[in-house]
Structure formats: structure tokens, C-alpha cells
């Protein structure tokens, strides 16, 4: 187990070096260092050797690639992008445009982005899962019929109009909750409420189908028959065997998503005014910040990658046929 | 006059064709035709395909784009000179409203504006009253023209209809119109026409009125927000269809040799999508249309016009979305591929000295058909919603593009106004939400079918 979880984070590391490679692509395609030392220094005044200093300073000054003045490996090594890379393989974000560390921001903008994510997130794994029970249940009757075509209709409106339409009813004409806003803490309870019901309900219509197309192909199974047969009640035939056993593909889909819950969600949190990470990255894509851009888009594959391993984990411990060697 | 054509218009009406060509190989496949004949006897499959339809037929008419010859002045040679501006059919068709722009918002059928303006009077005295619309016939029998609209809409529907039966019956029309009323044909024909009319009634109803009112009301440049919403529908669509078109010829291909070849070549495939895919999808969009667009600030020589300019934004936000949305398809079909290698067909197939391409044409391509198409209808919806977030967030269409997501990214802004300025909002999410509806509708439908594990 242990060394298949090293083996994994070692797997985990070429495809780091490829989200860099990319994402490194793409910001030096359009900022070079030259317009990066413009915009620091600002537009007065800047004269050749400022910018040369200001370069050599941050070790801008060295070739993308390949460094053809360096020997043996630092050919490779004595680069951007080898230097860039490491720097954020060690957490080291950098600056952004209004130079603020990139690091200590994200760090305190985690817990807020959390404060909305995991209820969102837990809320709506247990609701999706009773509905779809409850719907496996009740397979065939009219409840599921017409429950399958509300969850048609509301996977086909835009997550905008919940919202839009959550903000206007209990904000603005109800006025139970405040439009928007944030404050840690206890205190800060009424302004997650509307965000985290929004979220959940706006999740309802895709996530009952998932779960309830994943319990159906169980249900005509041959060991539930067996366990019918033994004279088993529908529920515990339904929570004993059918549960259990969608487990496998229920966790293949929702793992994964847990570290990325840190990273947190760019509408809900630009609507409601929540100080996390997604309207962190928003303001960053509206002002053209690339560093944050940048920074955002490694942190998230890290979160990913860690999904991923989690995953396998937990498939040894729900299933113990599947054996991680 | 000419024909301008621009870089999407090329690309859908190439889709349009390899469509009609598709369907034309289909139909000599009994399988494949029973296949789809399967799906069209659910008579919501059928209602949602003919709003698709609909939705495709806007497309197509806002997808001719014209330049007309400006007036011939003297001193100009004989040489002709264009316009700058290039005009839809669509915009043909509803150049009164384009024309007809007010000051500012106002509801759906109103006479008067929203807002309250000041006014001298002839007496000197200053007040604030509410102004009447420009464009809007004050007093109207509005029953009248609805009555006209509405005997048209059923005038052109019932023509439609009775050519498609014509076309059906080979011969005993009134056999085959009194099977279709009484719904007892094959294909539920009847919830078919009774779609049709209920469409066309509606758009000719909107029509007619939209030369005496502003049947969804003004936006906050007096824009017509019907016009808007039915622009709209070309952005939509072409998000919706282009984006796992214009991919696919790279998912299929990678994904079919990741399967198929293994070794090397399937490592470093799976290498490049899970890399990929590990990205958080609207960052790594957000990352190229970030680039994407100082890349045509710094070429300016690629558009001429705004027109040329906002859709070549379009065609490149297509292009990010294809690929971050390419490797789901990849994935699966790279498994796929591996378990269909495995049967005995190919096999026996290898050992006769069947060269590989033939074996990728004759046996696996056509047996990885239900996935393709079956992605292809799953993503649409997704991606029609996904622009609505896209323009949100600021990395969506052109803002000066008419779409449904920067429609309600203006709207926004005035929800805080008293009463409400709801109605941009409401036909922006209204005519989204059909579109996507009817594609949810349609993709189950297809998924039920053609996957072979709901044979059973």
C-alpha cells in the first residue's frame, strides 16, 4: 500500500511537469519578460539597462528552453522554465501584478471557498443519494416518471437563473437573507445558507439520474434476486446489497472532486461576494493577472492529482477484491 | 450586392453537408436506419428533434452573410464598392427592429418607456412623465393583428404539413391524412405537425407584432431584445455543435491508435490527455482566451470588420473549449477500441493479412459509432450552458456579440432596479432553456437506443 502510494505521487510528477510546460506555454506566448518588466516598472521612465536590471534581478534574463552559453546539464537546468517550474513545485507562486505573494493569498482565501464548498458538496451527496433511492424504490411508479422529467427540466436551466432567480426571491423581496457577503465564523452562517441551498439544488436534476441509473444496473443483478429470494425486505435488500455494491462507482465519481473542492466556485462566489479562491481567479482573468492565472491552474491539477490517488485508496477500503499493487 | 462569407458561416454550412451526406450513407444501412427509426417513435424524441430543427433553421439563416454595394457616387471608377457592414439573412428579415431602436428600456409591449424623463411642456412647466416609445403604433387593435398573425402562422404551418404528407403518401393522400390525425402511423407524426404549428404560430405571432411593438421589450440601448434572443441562437448552436466537431477527427484518431497500437504510442497518448485533463477546465479556457486575445490585439491585419473580428473570436473559443473537452471522448474510445480489438472478428481479420487502416475503417469505426454520436449529443447542452458562464466569467463570446450568456450578463447589472428590468433576463434563460431541453430530451432518447447495454 505504501509503496503503491509512492509509486502513484512519483506517476503524479511528469504530468505536473506537463500542466507547466503548458500553462508556461501559454504565459510567456503573450507576456514576455521585456513587457513583464514594462508593466512592473511602469510605463515612465523605463530605459533599456532598467529593464536588463530588472530582469537579471528575477533571472528573467535567462533563455526559455535551452541555455547555450551554460555546459553539460545546466544547458537544460539553467533556464526559465526549469527555474519557473521548480519554484512552483515548491509552492513558491510569486507575485502578482498589484504585487501582493501570491501564496500567503491563496492560503487565506482557502478557508472561505471551503466554508461554501463542503456543505454544497456533503448536502448534495446525501440528498442525491436518498432522492435516487427513493426513486429506485418507487422504480416504474409515476413518482419516478414524473421526479426523472422535473430532473430533466432542472439540468436544462442555466445555473445563472438559480441564482439570479434565488437572489431576487429571498434577498430582495423576502429579505431572509443578505444578497451577499462574508464573515467567518458562526456569524457568517446567513450569508452561506442561500449560496450552499443554490448549489445543492442547482446539482439535484444531474446528480438523482447519475446516482439512480448507477443502483438500477445493480438492481438486475443476479445476487440481488438471490437476496430477494432469501425473503430480504425491499429496504434492506436496497441498503444492504445495492448500496453497497453502487459504492464503487459512486466513489469513482466523487473522490476525485474532494480536494477540488479547496479550490472553490468561480460563479457562486463572484455572485455572492465571497472572498475564496474563485473570485480570487476571476478578478484575476478580468484584470489579466497571469501569475494567479498560472499559480490557480497548477494548484488545481495538484488538487486533481491528489483525487486521483485518493480514489484508489479508497476503492481498498470499500471493496476488498481490488488489491492496489 | 455579395456574398461574405465568414469563417463559421464556411464551417457550419461544411457541417450541414457532411450531415445531409451522413444521413444519405445512413439510409442505405437497413441497421443503422432502424436504429433511428427506433428513436423517433418516442413522440417526445420527435417533438424535440423538430425544435432543434427550428433552432437549426435560425442558424442556418443567420449563417448567409451579404454585403451590399454602397450608392454609386461619381467620382468613384466603375469598380463596385462594398459596404462596410455585413448583414445576415436574419438581420434582412428583421431590419425594422434594427432600425427601430428606442432611447432606452422598456417592457414587453409597452407603449410608453420604463423610466421617467424630464420634460418642458408648452407652458414652460418642467415635469417627469413617462415618454412614449418611438417605434410602437400608440393605439393599435392589437386582437386584430394577432387574429391575422395567427391565421398566417396556421396558413404556413398546414402548407408545410400537407406538402410532408403529400411527400410520405406516394399517391392516397386522404388514407395517409387520416392516419396521421388519428396517430396511427409508424412515426408519431401527429405530436410532429402539432410542433410544427405551435411553432410557426408562435414565431409568426412575435413577427407580425414586431412591426407595431417590442413583443420582449427594449434593452438599455433600446435594442429589441426578440431580435437579440434570435441572434442569439446562432452563438448558441455553434458552441453547442462546432465545438465536438471540430475535435472529434483528433479524439477519434488518437483515441483509436492509443487503442489499438498499445506500446509507446498508447503511453504517450494517455500521457497527453490525462495531463490535460488534470487542468480545471475553465482555467485552462480562461488561459487561452486570455492569450487569444493578445494575440489579435497584436494582429489586427486578420479582421476587417467588428463582424470579422467578434467571430474570430468565436471560431477560437471554439477551439479552446474542443480542447479541453476532447479527452472524455478520448478516453472512451481508446477503451473501447481495446476491447473491440480483442474480438474474434478482428483477429480472424488479422491473421487473412487485412492491413490495419481497412480494419480501423471496416471494424472499428463503425462499431465505435454509438459512442461518437452519443458524445456528440451529450456535450451540446452542456455546452450551450456553458457559454452563458463563459461570458460571465469574461471569457466567453465577443461582447459585442449577440449571446444569450452576455445578454444576461447585462441584464444583471439592473437586477437591483425598482420595479425589476426582467425581461431580457427572462428571454435570454427562456430560449436557452427550450434549446437545451429539447437537447436533453433528444440525447436521452439516442443514449436509450444505441447503447448496446440497454439492450436487454
Given at each position: 500500500?505504501?509503496?503503491?502510494?509512492?509509486r502513484?505521487?512519483l506517476?503524479?510528477?511528469p504530468i505536473?511537469?506537463?500542466?507547466?510546460?503548458?500553462t508556461?506555454?501559454?504565459f510567456?506566448?503573450?507576456?514576455?519578460?521585456d513587457?513583464m518588466?514594462?508593466?512592473?516598472?511602469?510605463?515612465k521612465?523605463?530605459t533599456?539597462?532598467?529593464?536588463?536590471?530588472?530582469?537579471e534581478?528575477?533571472?528573467?534574463?535567462?533563455p526559455?528552453f535551452?541555455?547555450?552559453?551554460?555546459?553539460?546539464i545546466?544547458?537544460?537546468?539553467d533556464?526559465?522554465?526549469v527555474?519557473?517550474?521548480?519554484?512552483?513545485?515548491?509552492?513558491?507562486?510569486?507575485f502578482?501584478d498589484?504585487?501582493?505573494?501570491i501564496g500567503?493569498?491563496?492560503?487565506?482565501?482557502?478557508?472561505?471557498?471551503?466554508?461554501?464548498?463542503?456543505p454544497?458538496?456533503?448536502i448534495?451527496l446525501?440528498?442525491n443519494i436518498?432522492?435516487?433511492?427513493?426513486l429506485?424504490?418507487f422504480?416504474g411508479?409515476?413518482?419516478?416518471t414524473?421526479?426523472?422529467?422535473?430532473?430533466?427540466?432542472?439540468?436544462?436551466?442555466?445555473?445563472l437563473?438559480?441564482?439570479?432567480a434565488?437572489?431576487?426571491?429571498?434577498s430582495?423581496?423576502?429579505h431572509w437573507?443578505p444578497?451577499s457577503g462574508?464573515e467567518?465564523?458562526?456569524?457568517?452562517?446567513?450569508?452561506?445558507?442561500?449560496?450552499?441551498?443554490?448549489g445543492?439544488?442547482?446539482?439535484?436534476g444531474?446528480?438523482?439520474?447519475w446516482?439512480r441509473?448507477?443502483?438500477l444496473?445493480?438492481?438486475?443483478q443476479?445476487?440481488v434476486?438471490?437476496a430477494r429470494?432469501?425473503?430480504?425486505?425491499?429496504?434492506?435488500?436496497l441498503?444492504?446489497?445495492?448500496?453497497?455494491?453502487?459504492?464503487?462507482?459512486?466513489l469513482t465519481g466523487v473522490?476525485?472532486v474532494?480536494?477540488?473542492?479547496?479550490?472553490?466556485?468561480l460563479?457562486m462566489e463572484?455572485?455572492?461576494?465571497i472572498p475564496?479562491?474563485?473570485?480570487?481567479?476571476?478578478?484575476?482573468?478580468?484584470?489579466q493577472?497571469?501569475?494567479?492565472?498560472?499559480?490557480?491552474?497548477?494548484l488545481g491539477?495538484?488538487?486533481y492529482?491528489?483525487?486521483l490517488?485518493?480514489?484508489?485508496?479508497?476503492?481498498?477500503?470499500?471493496?476488498?477484491?481490488?488489491?492496489?499493487s | 450586392?455579395?456574398?461574405?462569407?465568414?469563417?463559421?458561416?464556411?464551417l457550419v454550412?461544411?457541417?450541414?453537408i457532411?450531415?445531409?451526406?451522413?444521413?444519405?450513407?445512413v439510409?442505405?444501412?437497413?441497421?443503422?436506419?432502424?436504429q433511428?427509426?427506433?428513436?423517433?417513435?418516442?413522440?417526445i424524441?420527435?417533438?424535440?428533434?423538430?425544435?432543434?430543427l427550428?433552432y437549426?433553421?435560425f442558424?442556418l439563416l443567420?449563417?448567409?452573410?451579404?454585403?451590399?454595394?454602397?450608392?454609386?457616387t461619381?467620382?468613384t471608377s466603375e469598380?463596385?464598392?462594398?459596404?462596410?457592414?455585413?448583414?445576415?439573412?436574419l438581420?434582412?428579415?428583421?431590419?425594422?427592429n434594427?432600425?427601430?431602436?428606442?432611447?432606452t428600456?422598456s417592457?414587453p409591449?409597452?407603449?410608453?418607456?420604463?423610466?421617467k424623463?424630464?420634460?418642458?411642456?408648452e407652458s414652460?412647466?418642467t415635469k417627469?412623465?413617462?415618454?412614449?416609445?418611438k417605434?410602437?403604433?400608440?393605439?393599435d387593435?392589437?386582437?386584430m393583428?394577432?387574429?391575422?398573425?395567427?391565421v398566417t402562422?396556421l396558413?404556413?404551418?398546414?402548407?408545410l404539413?400537407v406538402l410532408?404528407i403529400?411527400?410520405?403518401s406516394?399517391g392516397?393522400f386522404?388514407?395517409e391524412?387520416?392516419?396521421?390525425w388519428?396517430?396511427?402511423?409508424t412515426?408519431?407524426?401527429?405530436t410532429?405537425?402539432l410542433?410544427t404549428?405551435?411553432?410557426v404560430v408562435t414565431?409568426t405571432?412575435?413577427?407580425?407584432?414586431?412591426?407595431?411593438?417590442?413583443?420582449l421589450?427594449?434593452d438599455?440601448v433600446?435594442?429589441?431584445?426578440?431580435y437579440q434572443?434570435?441572434?442569439?441562437?446562432?452563438?448558441?448552436?455553434?458552441?453547442?455543435?462546432?465545438?465536438?466537431?471540430?475535435?472529434?477527427?483528433?479524439?477519434?484518431?488518437l483515441?483509436?491508435?492509443a487503442?489499438?497500437?498499445?506500446g509507446?504510442?498508447?503511453?504517450a497518448?494517455q500521457?497527453?490527455y490525462t495531463?490535460?485533463?488534470?487542468?480545471p477546465?475553465v482555467l485552462?479556457?480562461?488561459?487561452g482566451?486570455?492569450v487569444?486575445?493578445?494575440?489579435?490585439?497584436n494582429?489586427?491585419?486578420?479582421?476587417?470588420?467588428?463582424?470579422?473580428?467578434s467571430?474570430?473570436?468565436?471560431?477560437?473559443?471554439i477551439?479552446?473549449l474542443g480542447?479541453?473537452?476532447?479527452?472524455?471522448?478520448?478516453?472512451?474510445?481508446?477503451?473501447e477500441?481495446?476491447?473491440?480489438?480483442?474480438?474474434?472478428?478482428?483477429t480472424?481479420?488479422?491473421?487473412?493479412?487485412?492491413?490495419?487502416?481497412?480494419?480501423?475503417?471496416r471494424?472499428?469505426?463503425?462499431n465505435?459509432?454509438?459512442?461518437?454520436?452519443i458524445?456528440?449529443?451529450?456535450?451540446?447542452s452542456?455546452l450551450?450552458?456553458?457559454?452563458?458562464?463563459l461570458?460571465?466569467?469574461?471569457?466567453?463570446v465577443?461582447p459585442?456579440?449577440?449571446?444569450?450568456?452576455?445578454m444576461i450578463?447585462?441584464?444583471?447589472l439592473?437586477m437591483?432596479r425598482?420595479?425589476?428590468?426582467?425581461w431580457s433576463?427572462?428571454?435570454?434563460f427562456v430560449?436557452m432553456?427550450?434549446?437545451?431541453l429539447a437537447?436533453n430530451?433528444?440525447?436521452?432518447r439516442?443514449q436509450?437506443?444505441?447503447?448496446p447495454?440497454?439492450?436487454?
Amino acid at each position: 500500500m505504501f509503496v503503491y502510494i509512492i509509486r502513484r505521487i512519483l506517476y503524479a510528477i511528469p504530468i505536473l511537469i506537463g500542466v507547466n510546460l503548458i500553462t508556461f506555454m501559454l504565459f510567456f506566448m503573450v507576456n514576455s519578460p521585456d513587457d513583464m518588466a514594462r508593466a512592473q516598472l511602469g510605463a515612465k521612465q523605463v530605459t533599456p539597462e532598467l529593464i536588463r536590471s530588472w530582469k537579471e534581478e528575477r533571472g528573467y534574463d535567462k533563455p526559455l528552453f535551452i541555455n547555450s552559453r551554460s555546459e553539460g546539464i545546466a544547458k537544460v537546468t539553467d533556464t526559465l522554465f526549469v527555474q519557473e517550474s521548480l519554484k512552483l513545485f515548491s509552492f513558491d507562486f510569486g507575485f502578482s501584478d498589484a504585487n501582493r505573494d501570491i501564496g500567503s493569498d491563496i492560503k487565506e482565501r482557502m478557508m472561505p471557498s471551503l466554508a461554501i464548498a463542503l456543505p454544497t458538496f456533503m448536502i448534495a451527496l446525501i440528498t442525491n443519494i436518498s432522492l435516487a433511492l427513493l426513486l429506485v424504490l418507487f422504480r416504474g411508479s409515476v413518482l419516478d416518471t414524473s421526479m426523472m422529467i422535473v430532473a430533466v427540466m432542472i439540468m436544462s436551466i442555466s445555473g445563472l437563473f438559480y441564482i439570479i432567480a434565488g437572489q431576487v426571491l429571498f434577498s430582495k423581496i423576502w429579505h431572509w437573507v443578505p444578497i451577499s457577503g462574508f464573515e467567518s465564523g458562526w456569524s457568517g452562517v446567513k450569508f452561506i445558507i442561500l449560496p450552499v441551498m443554490i448549489g445543492v439544488f442547482a446539482g439535484i436534476g444531474a446528480g438523482v439520474r447519475w446516482y439512480r441509473s448507477i443502483f438500477l444496473e445493480q438492481i438486475n443483478q443476479d445476487y440481488v434476486r438471490t437476496a430477494r429470494a432469501k425473503g430480504l425486505s425491499e429496504l434492506k435488500v436496497l441498503f444492504g446489497h445495492v448500496l453497497r455494491n453502487g459504492m464503487l462507482p459512486i466513489l469513482t465519481g466523487v473522490v476525485v472532486v474532494i480536494p477540488t473542492l479547496f479550490m472553490g466556485s468561480l460563479i457562486m462566489e463572484s455572485f455572492f461576494g465571497i472572498p475564496g479562491l474563485g473570485s480570487y481567479t476571476i478578478d484575476a482573468i478580468n484584470s489579466q493577472d497571469f501569475a494567479i492565472v498560472k499559480a490557480m491552474v497548477f494548484l488545481g491539477s495538484v488538487f486533481y492529482i491528489i483525487g486521483l490517488i485518493l480514489t484508489d485508496i479508497s476503492y481498498t477500503l470499500f471493496d476488498p477484491r481490488v488489491k492496489l499493487s | 450586392m455579395k456574398l461574405a462569407l465568414l469563417w463559421t458561416d464556411i464551417l457550419v454550412w461544411i457541417l450541414v453537408i457532411s450531415l445531409l451526406t451522413w444521413g444519405w450513407v445512413v439510409s442505405r444501412s437497413p441497421q443503422v436506419k432502424k436504429q433511428w427509426h427506433t428513436v423517433f417513435k418516442s413522440s417526445i424524441a420527435m417533438a424535440s428533434a423538430i425544435i432543434l430543427l427550428f433552432y437549426l433553421f435560425f442558424t442556418l439563416l443567420d449563417s448567409v452573410h451579404l454585403r451590399f454595394s454602397t450608392q454609386p457616387t461619381e467620382s468613384t471608377s466603375e469598380k463596385v464598392q462594398y459596404q462596410e457592414d455585413m448583414v445576415s439573412l436574419l438581420d434582412l428579415i428583421f431590419a425594422h427592429n434594427i432600425e427601430s431602436t428606442e432611447r432606452t428600456y422598456s417592457a414587453p409591449f409597452a407603449t410608453h418607456e420604463y423610466a421617467k424623463s424630464i420634460v418642458v411642456d408648452e407652458s414652460g412647466v418642467t415635469k417627469q412623465e413617462y415618454l412614449p416609445l418611438k417605434h410602437v403604433s400608440q393605439n393599435d387593435d392589437i386582437m386584430m393583428r394577432s387574429l391575422f398573425a395567427i391565421v398566417t402562422g396556421l396558413m404556413i404551418s398546414g402548407f408545410l404539413i400537407v406538402l410532408h404528407i403529400l411527400w410520405r403518401s406516394r399517391g392516397n393522400f386522404r388514407d395517409e391524412l387520416k392516419n396521421s390525425w388519428q396517430g396511427k402511423t409508424t412515426l408519431p407524426w401527429r405530436t410532429a405537425y402539432l410542433t410544427t404549428i405551435f411553432l410557426v404560430v408562435t414565431f409568426t405571432w412575435f413577427y407580425t407584432l414586431s412591426y407595431y411593438y417590442h413583443v420582449l421589450g427594449t434593452d438599455k440601448v433600446g435594442g429589441d431584445v426578440l431580435y437579440q434572443s434570435l441572434k442569439s441562437i446562432r452563438t448558441g448552436v455553434l458552441i453547442g455543435i462546432l465545438t465536438t466537431l471540430i475535435m472529434l477527427p483528433v479524439a477519434v484518431i488518437l483515441g483509436v491508435s492509443a487503442g489499438l497500437f498499445g506500446g509507446w504510442v498508447d503511453d504517450a497518448i494517455q500521457y497527453l490527455y490525462t495531463t490535460l485533463s488534470s487542468i480545471p477546465g475553465v482555467l485552462l479556457i480562461a488561459a487561452g482566451v486570455l492569450v487569444m486575445q493578445v494575440m489579435m490585439d497584436n494582429n489586427p491585419g486578420w479582421f476587417e470588420t467588428t463582424l470579422e473580428r467578434s467571430d474570430l473570436r468565436l471560431l477560437f473559443l471554439i477551439m479552446i473549449l474542443g480542447i479541453t473537452s476532447w479527452t472524455g471522448l478520448c478516453r472512451l474510445l481508446r477503451a473501447e477500441t481495446l476491447k473491440i480489438s480483442q474480438i474474434e472478428f478482428v483477429t480472424a481479420a488479422k491473421a487473412f493479412g487485412v492491413s490495419k487502416l481497412t480494419i480501423i475503417r471496416r471494424h472499428i469505426i463503425p462499431n465505435l459509432m454509438h459512442i461518437i454520436l452519443i458524445s456528440v449529443v451529450l456535450d451540446f447542452s452542456g455546452l450551450v450552458l456553458a457559454e452563458a458562464v463563459l461570458s460571465y466569467v469574461g471569457v466567453g463570446v465577443d461582447p459585442t456579440m449577440y449571446s444569450w450568456g452576455n445578454m444576461i450578463n447585462q441584464a444583471r447589472l439592473e437586477m437591483a432596479r425598482e420595479p425589476m428590468v426582467w425581461w431580457s433576463l427572462f428571454s435570454a434563460f427562456v430560449f436557452m432553456f427550450i434549446l437545451v431541453l429539447a437537447a436533453n430530451l433528444l440525447s436521452d432518447r439516442v443514449q436509450k437506443v444505441l447503447d448496446p447495454r440497454n439492450k436487454s
